[in-house]
């Protein structure tokens, strides 16, 4: 495993995200793209106002995009 992300209602309306790595992939980089940030290897991220099911979503997105783009980070 070179990362793990774990997501889960903060609050009623927040969802929270905390990111950890291994140093391989940049959790700092997939969490800003959700509006949070961090570290290489602890980040996190709040949603306000979103389902789980579309978190779920965007942070498949931001892991696909870190991927496509990581030959460049």
Not at 6 to 14: A, G, K, M
Not at 20 to 44: D, F, P, W
């Amino acid at each position: 495993v070179d990362a793990s992300f774990v997501f889960y209602y903060e609050s009623d309306d927040v969802v929270a995200y905390s990111a950890r790595s291994m140093g391989r992939i940049n959790a700092q980089i997939i969490m800003e793209k959700l509006g949070g940030g961090g570290h290489l290897t602890v980040a996190g991220a709040q949603l306000k106002g979103t389902s789980l099911e579309d978190a779920t979503a965007k942070l498949r997105e931001a892991i696909e995009e870190f991927t496509r783009g990581s030959d460049k980070e």
